[in-house]
């Protein structure tokens, strides 16, 4: 069970590397829960595309350097990358883009249901993104 949620994770991360958002988003619950670096915890897939489509508008990235752990039942997953970005356009209550790039490590952990992404909380340094791009 452990080897389909790892490719279910590979899967969700080529997506997100290929700006593929429909089937990104298909590899989702419809209840998905997220829960946002150091912010609040949002429900659906709606919220989940909302979410992705202002990431969009503001940051071009790309996840490299990825390690995807599982448990024995394949029922929770965890990942570890490194954050290629792009700041595009300025983000509210962040430094003022300018094209800026950076390189975060971050991490995000997963809970499996019926082989789709039911939860995912994302973890990164955002004292140490907002260091990378105010220079």
Do not use: C
Not at 67 to 72: A, F, L
Not at 113 to 134: F, G, H
Request: proline fraction near 1%.
């Amino acid at each position: 069970m452990n080897n389909q949620t790892e490719n279910l994770i590979k899967q969700y991360y080529a997506a997100f590397n290929a700006g593929d958002m429909d089937t990104f988003l298909g590899l989702l619950t419809d209840d998905v829960i997220h829960d946002i670096n150091q912010g609040g915890r949002e429900t659906g897939k709606a919220a989940f595309a909302q979410f992705m489509q202002r990431m969009n508008t503001h940051y071009k990235e790309q996840l490299v350097d990825m390690v995807i752990m599982t448990n024995q039942d394949g029922t929770r997953a965890a990942a570890e990358f490194v954050v290629l970005g792009e700041y595009l356009k300025t983000d509210e209550g962040l430094p003022e883009a300018n094209g800026q790039t950076y390189r975060l490590p971050a991490g995000a952990f997963f809970d499996i249901r019926d082989n789709k992404v039911a939860r995912i909380s994302n973890y990164y340094n955002l004292e140490d993104w907002i260091a990378q791009v105010a220079k």
